[in-house]
């Protein structure tokens, strides 16, 4: 099956509408569960080293998979509703990180780019 | 261009591996990002309410549109280093959340599943 | 009992020191584990109106009670940690706030400071 | 000055009531505004290793401890506006995790209770 983004959102398009759910998917309440799936994701890892953190997705990869199938899933619906094409703001902020972040400054830091 | 789960993944992974950062990205540290990043999302619509929430869309699409792409960016590579195909549990997540939620009981409802 | 910050942040700091805590809790992990906890504290809320919230406090208030209070021991130990007063920080937070947010600019309004 | 839970909740029921805000201070709302903050504090921590977290702490106090302030401004007034003795709620979490982790079993353990 394809993995277009646009594809995948008519999906979820048709889940919502199906259910009459628009009424209450406004951007805000949109980004208050993203907020709180990206929470539930990170519980996962609460007090873990970076070690265990990829042992943990070994032991709960089914679990972990359907905390990121949550926050893409409201992620793809807020872009369609905010008029977002959410692929090409992905390139534009990988462009503009291109810039932020040059190839010969950032190479193996974990800095940030107003600290390069 | 592709909008492409796959290919957006690949550029992502290009973009890290020039810069040769794979080290600081376990699945706890992308974690942590992407809640961050949602924290950020989130600020643009704390105190609005859902209308206040439409225009303040309207009036930021840019800014809030970039907020979206990190968190898209952080999480398909969460995937991709996860060995999680992200369509793939998208689609399983919907499916569950058909069962969960039958559109003769969950229609127009905003309650959980384990209180329809 | 009292409900002094210092003697609330005492016993969390025997309960951490009984158990040799203090090698996971730097700043960072204490930062994402208040992270994660203030997202399940979100959980509760997540499509709720206003109106149901208020509802959903007497229901569940043992529960929201609790995650309360999880976010708010981690809080005081950070601070601990950190060399930070949070009662000063409090206040001083407070004092800035009532230079940007003026009552005749602010009253009733839900807009932010730079917006006012 | 004290730094009792009741008298600082106090001082930021005055803030508020100065401005009549108490209309946008709903459950919901103060969670929402809590997650986002925790959201900033954790930026100051994305990528950054346990031993620089320390560092970052030196660095940017004064930062750090304004976002502290933030989230227990939130969490005291939402514990206010919820009818939770926020005190007791800690001690009340104390006492469950004095039980859910048992000195010689936790000590030295960063494992979750139920995993122990």
Same mark, same amino acid.
């Given at each position: 099956?394809?993995?277009?983004?646009?594809?995948?959102? #008519?999906?979820? *398009?048709?889940? *919502?509408?199906?259910?009459?759910?628009?009424? =209450? $998917?406004?951007?805000?309440?949109?980004?208050? /569960? +993203?907020? &709180?799936?990206?929470?539930?994701?990170? !519980? $996962?890892? %609460?007090? !873990?080293? &970076?070690? !265990?953190? $990829?042992?943990?997705?070994?032991?709960?990869?089914?679990? +972990?998979?359907?905390?990121? &199938?949550? %926050?893409?899933?409201?992620? =793809?619906?807020?872009?369609?509703?905010?008029? %977002?094409?959410?692929?090409? /703001?992905?390139? &534009?902020?990988?462009?503009?990180?291109?810039? *932020?972040?040059?190839?010969?400054? /950032? *190479? #193996?830091?974990?800095?940030?780019?107003?600290?390069?």
């Amino acid at each position: 099956m394809t993995d277009s983004i646009a594809a995948l959102t #008519g999906e979820i *398009r048709s889940f *919502r509408d199906a259910r009459d759910w628009m009424q =209450f $998917h406004n951007p805000k309440e949109l980004a208050v /569960a +993203i907020a &709180a799936e990206a929470g539930e994701l990170l !519980q $996962h890892f %609460v007090w !873990q080293s &970076a070690e !265990q953190s $990829h042992r943990r997705v070994e032991e709960r990869r089914e679990e +972990i998979a359907s905390e990121m &199938a949550d %926050v893409a899933i409201l992620l =793809f619906e807020l872009a369609d509703n905010s008029g %977002v094409d959410l692929a090409e /703001a992905m390139r &534009a902020k990988l462009a503009k990180n291109e810039i *932020r972040y040059p190839v010969e400054k /950032a *190479r #193996g830091s974990n800095k940030k780019y107003n600290e390069l």
